[in-house]
């Protein structure tokens, strides 16, 4: 088995154990509230396709940028307590920048396993900027969140930040994973006032996991050669170093089995999704109960 690194580099046996047999592969929980997750995934499986995920949903409490911060809290402390106690987990990854701003803590102190967070990708943003104006599209629940001022003044201090806490956007992209259109005059309404502005941001931060699977609409109602920033590729490249340094591969649960994904509530809208599902790579779609 390989470990394929990012930038099309070939590591061969990233999970090498010191006597040259060949390391078992990690069960990782890839947990969002929709659809947004996936795309974390998807960046996340390019250098390790041979890990097994667990894919889950709170479809049931979404969405989450709307919600209080105790309710996030606790309800992702339940949802990762549950899958722990249905598999051998060997890492959880909250591909979800609200829950990520909040519950990072909490989760640490509940499971010892690494517990990997999504934040607005702020920093690459402030060093990509040409005219020092960023956007930072996000959930309200994100833009408000005293996180999200840290990093800015931290990482951007000399930048403008332009933030737009977007739900609408989050809704978008679960339909457009159902198969709907993303209605581009909403989006340029949306958008009206960076549109207008007579310096609008040339480096936008998708704040929002969902947000990178609009990449195409943002990126044409947007003016031309305006950069899109998610933190994705970032997340890939901190796990697979983890895997390859950082966890103890010879203490690896690595329970095997399939590729599952796990939604809160069976509905129908949920169950739609599984062609989605099956083009990511997942088997089965089952619920998760509290
Ligand atoms: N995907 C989530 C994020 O990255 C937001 C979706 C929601 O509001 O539930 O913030």
Redesign the pocket.
């Known amino acids: 088995m390989a470990t394929k690194l990012r930038d099309g580099n070939s590591v061969s046996s990233g999970l090498m154990l010191s006597d040259g047999i060949a390391a078992k592969w990690p069960t990782i929980i890839v947990f ?3 659809v ?2 996936l795309s974390i995934y998807n960046e996340v499986r390019q250098p390790l396709p041979d890990a097994r995920y667990l894919y889950v949903f709170d479809n049931e409490a ?5 919600k209080s911060e105790q309710f996030i809290v606790d309800r992702i402390v339940a949802i990762v307590g549950a899958m722990w106690r249905l598999h051998k987990l060997d890492m959880v990854i909250v591909a ?4 990520s701003t909040i519950s990072l803590p909490a989760l640490r102190e509940h499971f010892p396993c690494p517990i990997i967070g ?1 934040v607005p990708a702020i920093k690459p943003a402030a060093r990509l900027t040409r005219n020092g104006i960023v956007g930072l599209l ?2 309200r629940a ?1 833009v408000q969140h005293s996180y999200t001022h840290n990093l800015i003044n931290q990482f951007a201090p000399n930048c403008q930040i332009l933030q737009l806490g977007a ?1 609408e956007l ?1 809704d978008m992209a679960e339909a457009k994973l159902h198969g709907e259109m993303v209605p581009l005059p909403v989006l340029r309404e949306l958008f009206r006032p960076w549109l207008r502005a007579v310096d609008p941001p040339d480096t936008v931060v998708l704040g ?3 947000f990178p699977l609009l990449s195409p609409e943002l990126q044409s109602t947007l003016p031309e050669g305006t950069r899109l920033v998610d933190s994705g590729s970032a997340i890939a490249r901190r796990v697979a170093w983890l895997v390859e340094h950082n966890i103890d591969v010879s203490g690896l649960q690595s329970e095997a089995g399939p590729n599952r994904v796990y939604c809160l509530a069976a509905t129908p809208q949920a169950m739609a999704l599984m062609p989605v599902l099956t083009r990511y790579g997942f088997g089965s779609l089952e619920k998760l109960t509290l």
Do not use: K, L, Q
Request: hydrophobic content about 25%; proline content about 4%.
């Open positions: 969002d509230s929709g947004g997750g979404f969405p989450y940028g709307e979800c920048n609200t829950a999504v996000a959930t994100t739900a989050v929002c996991t969902h």
